[in-house]
């Protein structure tokens, strides 16, 4: 997406030697405060049911977590494609019920499909720790 990967580019343009001392000064961990700020503003935008503002919070929470991104990128930690590979994989993981041979016939049934497999992944995740 065109969008994507302009953001992406501001980012790394904020965060070059010649760009913003803000955006180069902070760490994953500096921007934890701004993540919880964000979240808030965008749960109070839904609770007074302001989709306009909303737009704008999730933009802004949206470019927090992408300035995480950047900065684990930096530390080559993993990028932002990582991260939405990981995330559609994880997704399509979770939803047999649409992307494989299950059956949900209710929102009911999604859930525990979907609980289903993520506890199935994170018991095969504890087993691969455990023997390592």
Same mark, same amino acid.
């Given at each position: ?7 992406? !580019? ?15 000064? +902070? ?7 701004? &993540? ?7 749960? +109070? ?6 989709? !306009? ?16 991104? +950047? *900065?684990?990128?930096? !530390? ?14 994880? &997704? &399509? ?5 649409? /992307? =494989? ?9 999604? *859930?525990? *499909? /979907? ?13 691969? +720790?455990? =023997?390592?």
């Amino acid at each position: 997406m065109k969008e994507l990967d302009e953001i992406l !580019e501001l980012l790394e343009k904020l965060r070059a030697e010649k760009g913003c001392p803000w955006d180069r000064d +902070q760490t994953i961990k500096s921007l934890k405060k701004d &993540i919880k700020d964000e979240f808030e503003e965008v749960t +109070q935008a839904i609770d007074k049911k302001d989709h !306009e503002n909303l737009k704008e919070e999730i933009g802004d929470l949206i470019w927090t977590l992408l300035l995480m991104v +950047q *900065i684990a990128s930096e !530390e080559r930690h993993f990028n932002a494609r990582d991260v939405l590979k990981y995330t559609r994989d994880k &997704i &399509i993981r979770r939803h047999p019920h649409v /992307f =494989g041979n299950e059956k949900a016939e209710t929102p009911e049934d999604a *859930i525990r *499909i /979907f609980n289903r497999v993520k506890e199935k992944e994170r018991n095969g995740l504890r087993k691969f +720790q455990e =023997g390592a």
